[in-house]
């Protein structure tokens, strides 16, 4: 058992996350096996859950850079429910990637208050993370009523027009349905889950894919992220080395928002196409909780 952990040990990252892939498939292609459920392996199922856990990811990613810089940023589900009527408003006036840049817009606006509060004028960061979510609501609130039928009005027009949807492999996508359709154990319910990443993915879902990578480089690979991640874990001895230390906060707790708001936009255009009151439901402290499960790493 020792000699497994300590091989284990030097497996890299890519390689458990691979194992933890296989494994989860095979979990679910032996539970469709004794249940008979040809759903929950089917293509359009992984392609739900992949598009679901979106936006919480986004949230959590937020939150990984607002907590690396040393400011715990409760304020995920208020920046989110910004991004959402941004991104909406801005896919209904000008089309769908203004919405994107102005939902993110909108998290940012988001945190740069709680920037205000918390780095500025040294507000606690729980009081002031609540705060930003019971503004987020009521400004949503205000300018839907504003914007689109008055005082009851609960969500905003359809936008005209989406996120274009990408075939990333085309090529492969008849030759892994038939594959899929033979519902072999473990090998059928691979070829789905790879359908619905390559087939028919939101540009949206793709970008979000590619920030995970782009964090981990960014903040464990350049100086840049040091000194982030060394203002988070003690500021006196980062400002001892010379590190602006409020310039690092501002700088993560304004990528957290601008990723919230991201994620914001990103329910707003992979469900309803629409701006909805409530919309995001919470995900902003799921994202938080998600980014606490996993260690605080992307």
Do not use: C
């Amino acid at each position: 058992m020792k000699r497994l952990a300590t091989l284990w040990s030097h497996v890299p990252a890519w390689g458990r996350m691979l194992v933890y892939l296989s494994g989860g498939i095979a979990v679910l292609s032996t539970a469709r096996v004794l249940t008979g459920a040809g759903q929950l392996t089917a293509e359009n199922t992984f392609r739900s859950a992949i598009e679901l856990s979106v936006p919480i990811a986004l949230a959590g990613l937020g939150g990984l850079w607002s907590e690396r810089a040393g400011v715990v940023n409760i304020g995920l589900e208020g920046m989110m429910a910004l991004g959402t009527w941004f991104g909406a408003y801005g896919g209904i006036a000008y089309g769908p990637w203004w919405g994107v840049l102005l939902g993110v817009l909108g998290g940012a606006i988001g945190a740069l208050l709680h920037t205000i509060a918390t780095v500025g004028f040294g507000v606690d960061h729980i009081i002031s993370g609540v705060s930003i979510n019971l503004l987020g609501v009521g400004v949503t609130e205000f300018l839907t009523s504003v914007s689109w039928g008055g005082a009851s009005a609960k969500e905003s027009p359809a936008i005209p027009d989406n996120v274009v949807r990408l075939d990333l492999l085309p090529f492969l996508k008849d030759p892994l349905r038939e594959l899929g359709s033979q519902n072999r154990f473990f090998i059928s319910d691979l070829a789905d889950l790879i359908v619905a990443l390559t087939t028919g993915v939101s540009a949206l879902i793709v970008i979000a894919v590619a920030l995970f990578p782009l964090t981990w480089f960014v903040l464990w690979r350049t100086p840049v992220g040091l000194r982030l991640r060394s203002v988070g874990e003690d500021p006196d001895a980062a400002d001892s080395l010379g590190v602006n230390v409020y310039k690092m906060k501002v700088l993560g707790v304004m990528v957290s928002g601008a990723l919230a708001g991201l994620g914001g936009v990103s329910l707003v255009y992979l469900f309803s196409g629409k701006f909805q009151s409530g919309q995001t439901g919470g995900r902003g402290f799921i994202g938080l909780a998600a980014m606490i499960f996993g260690n605080w790493r992307p």
